[in-house]
């Protein structure tokens, strides 16, 4: 069990917006740096926010993230059909000098 | 553009050994700490290892501790994870990614598949 813990799964609409949580400790999120990735099976996972609220280049603004007390979101908007995917957070974990993901999220585009 | 091919993947019976192989490319690689994931059937993203950039520091999940080891030769640019004693659990897509400084993987490989079974 992570100790950081996701939604198995979130949907909207095509062009609506979704947002997904990764909580924990509010010492835990608080302290560390988030990153969120996206997965589509069968291809290599792409990071798609570093250090809480930062875009790599490439990435539209549609994907933003964000962090509250013990919580982290990530938001999509403008749904579209290819943001279909596995959505996971991930932080370091300095007492254990080891990476932490959360369990994932599904994100349905109904 | 950053390239990571992970190979080596394959068929092995349980208690037995495989070597995984990352060819980097499109980058100094030498100047990153690397990183060894893996999502089994069904399941989300398992972080395994990590190793530095000299090779002299890394550490391991509780998982595979003391079964699997990281290792890195920056003169052929490539990272590698040998895994023995390997169980059914293990079965899983492997994937090398590049660590940066504040623990983000910013690019990763394919994966290979890594099935045990008898």
């Known amino acids: 069990q992570s100790v950081l813990t996701q939604p198995p799964s979130v949907s909207a609409a095509p062009g609506q917006k979704v947002t997904i949580s990764c909580s924990g400790s509010?010492?835990?999120?608080?302290?560390?740096?988030l990153s969120w990735y996206q997965h589509l099976p069968g291809t290599a996972p792409k990071l798609l926010i570093y250090d809480n609220n930062k875009r790599p280049s490439g990435i539209p603004d549609r994907f933003s993230g964000s962090k509250s007390g013990s919580s982290a979101t990530l938001g999509i908007t403008g749904l579209q059909t290819g943001d279909e995917a596995d959505y996971y957070c991930g932080t370091w974990d300095t007492s254990l000098s080891a990476v932490v993901f959360g369990g994932g999220t599904k994100v349905t585009v109904l | 553009q950053v390239q990571l091919v992970e190979s080596g993947g394959g068929l092995v019976k349980p208690g037995g050994s495989l070597r995984l192989s990352c060819a980097a490319s499109?980058?100094?690689?030498?100047?990153?700490?690397m990183s060894w994931i893996r999502q089994a059937p069904g399941k989300g993203l398992e972080w395994l290892s990590y190793i530095s950039t000299s090779g002299t520091t890394m550490n391991y999940a509780d998982s595979v501790k003391g079964r699997f080891t990281i290792s890195r030769d920056n003169a052929k640019n490539s990272l590698y994870l040998q895994m023995n004693s390997l169980r059914a659990e293990d079965t899983a897509v492997y994937y090398c990614?590049?660590?940066?400084?504040?623990?983000?993987?910013?690019?990763w490989g394919q994966g290979t598949l890594v099935t045990v079974s008898s």
């Open positions: 499109g980058f100094t690689f030498s100047d990153y700490y």
């Open positions: 509010s010492s835990y999120i608080g302290n560390n740096l």
């Open positions: 990614a590049r660590l940066r400084s504040t623990g983000y993987q910013d690019d």
